[in-house]
């Protein structure tokens, strides 16, 4: 597994991109169904980091607090690519 995965996380507000700020992300594996919290809340431009995430693709969900409840962004297909070592289902 990958140290740590960092990303943007952005909104579409009538046609202006605008970042989630100051909330966590969940990414829920579209493979698995296994979930993965960010580390802190996003910052101003919307970068969350997640530690010991395996590569997979990955659906995006916010909240104001690191247990939930989880509201869907929208964001699919989130790909967090393979390291050396993961098992990769196929």
Known sequence: M????SNYLYQNNSGTMTPYVNVYVQLTSDTTGTS????AQTDSNGMFVITN????????YVS???VGPWISTGNVSFDVGYVAGDSAIL
């Not at 990958?2 to 995965?5: D, F, G, R």
């Not at 993965?36 to 580390?39: A, E, G, K, N, R």
């Not at 995430?53 to 990955?58: E, L, R, S």
């Open 64 to 66: 104001n607090s690191p």
């Open 2 to 5: 990958p140290a740590s995965y």
């Open 36 to 39: 993965h919290v960010s580390i």
């Open 53 to 60: 995430i395996p590569g997979d693709t990955y659906t995006a």
